[in-house]
């Protein structure tokens, strides 16, 4: 009786990221951030329906490729690297992957901070998230995802633009 509850209390302990604690220990070549609480709101948007827009993306590979090349044409892209020099990239691939996994309806849970709290400090103007939409337009099309997927995803990070873009 005394073991099955240690094991349950275990349980509960280790399953403690899915009670909204930040990830611990902190993922590998990840920067510590401040505590928050971790919820699949803090995407900013509600999962698509069904299965076809994940597969569209090319899945879970699909979406790797395409935030990893975003993440590295907005260290090159003369509007975004200024705003980008102090990021942590390990972390913004992951979180990024995550959230459009979660929208995308791939099965993924959303461990990043959300939205409005993230991008507050950063004075994000409507050029430079115009400029983000295209980085990501050129990344999903190097991918080869056809533009009515492009467009499906892109309407569901179009009202983010309240939270993001500040100024
Ligand atoms: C719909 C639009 C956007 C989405 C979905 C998005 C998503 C994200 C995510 C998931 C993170 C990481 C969250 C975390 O660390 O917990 C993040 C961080 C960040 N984003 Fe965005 N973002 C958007 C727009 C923008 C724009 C337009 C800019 C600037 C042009 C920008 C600049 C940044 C910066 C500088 C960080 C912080 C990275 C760091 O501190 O390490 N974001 N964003």
Known sequence: ?????????????????????????VPPGEEEVD?????DANAGATPVGGQELFAAFHGHEGISRIVDDLVEQVQKDSR??????????????????EQFCYILNGGCSYTGRDMKSVHADHGVTTAEFNALVEVLQAAMTREGVAFSAQNRLLAKLAPMKRDTATR
Request: aromatic share 10%.
């Open 35 to 39: 505590p928050y609480t971790i919820s």
């Open 1 to 25: 009786m005394r073991m099955a509850f240690i094991c349950a209390l275990s349980a509960i302990l280790l399953a403690a990221p899915a009670f909204g604690q930040p990830p611990s220990p």
């Open 80 to 97: 975004l690297t200024e705003i980008f020099k102090a990021s942590d990239f390990v972390r913004l691939k992951r979180t990024l992957k």
